[in-house]
């Protein structure tokens, strides 16, 4: 048997459930209106800190290498924001699930970090020789497996044109680990 509500009873129900959600709501405006102005304060924050990061990786590479400039202000972006949302979940009082989100990102970040350790390697190292004054396009070099001249320096490969008109790309972290330089052009003495 199906037990018929009167409709009194169906407007005290529906009358309970909105008080109760409008008590909720007022609860909860301060640790709202908290993270609101933590959001505020984090973009301006935000802005700042990328164009700093663009300037800094700008200077460091040479100008065209623009996607890799982009690149990095990307990722330096994702991670402020990132954090940004995780102290947003923490003023809202969901703390246990900022800080599992958390540990479960940095989990997939070490294994994508330990998966493009080589390409970081690389790029890293040719940072180095684009900006090293005695590895230059057109120099005489030598590594621990191929001898030829210096075609072309890229922020991950090294192109070595050999004395026999081949072409040999290398990885930068194996030309950075071991090379040496055979013309006789004088060498810039500089402080790395």
């Known amino acids: 048997m199906i037990a018929t509500v009167g409709p009194f009873a169906l407007v005290a129900g529906v009358v309970r459930a909105v008080d109760t959600f409008v008590a909720s709501v007022l609860e909860a ?4 209106m908290a993270a609101v102005a933590f959001l505020l304060v984090a973009a301006v ?13 700008d200077a460091t590479l040479p100008s065209e290498e623009d996607l890799v400039v982009d690149l990095g202000v990307l990722v330096v972006t994702i991670f402020l924001w990132f954090g940004a949302v995780l102290v947003v979940l923490d003023i809202l009082g969901m703390g246990e699930i900022a800080a599992s989100l958390g540990t479960a ?23 180095y020789l ?3 004054p005695d590895f230059e396009v057109g120099d005489q070099v030598t590594t ?8 072309s320096i890229g922020l991950r490969k090294t192109r070595l044109e050999t004395d ?3 072409r040999v790309v ?9 090379w040496r330089r055979l013309d006789s052009a004088p060498i810039v003495d500089e402080m790395d």
């Open 164 to 166: 026999d008109g081949e």
């Open 45 to 57: 924050g935000i802005t700042g800190i990328r164009a700093l990061t663009r300037r800094a990786i």
């Open 144 to 151: 621990a497996s191929v001898t030829g001249t210096v075609a």
């Open 105 to 127: 990102t940095g989990f997939i970040a070490l294994g994508i970090s330990y998966a493009l350790s080589n390409v970081v390697a690389d790029t890293v190292s040719g940072v």
């Open 29 to 32: 405006l301060p640790s709202i």
């Open 130 to 132: 684009l900006r090293d």
């Open 170 to 178: 290398l990885a930068n972290a194996d030309v950075d680990e071991k």
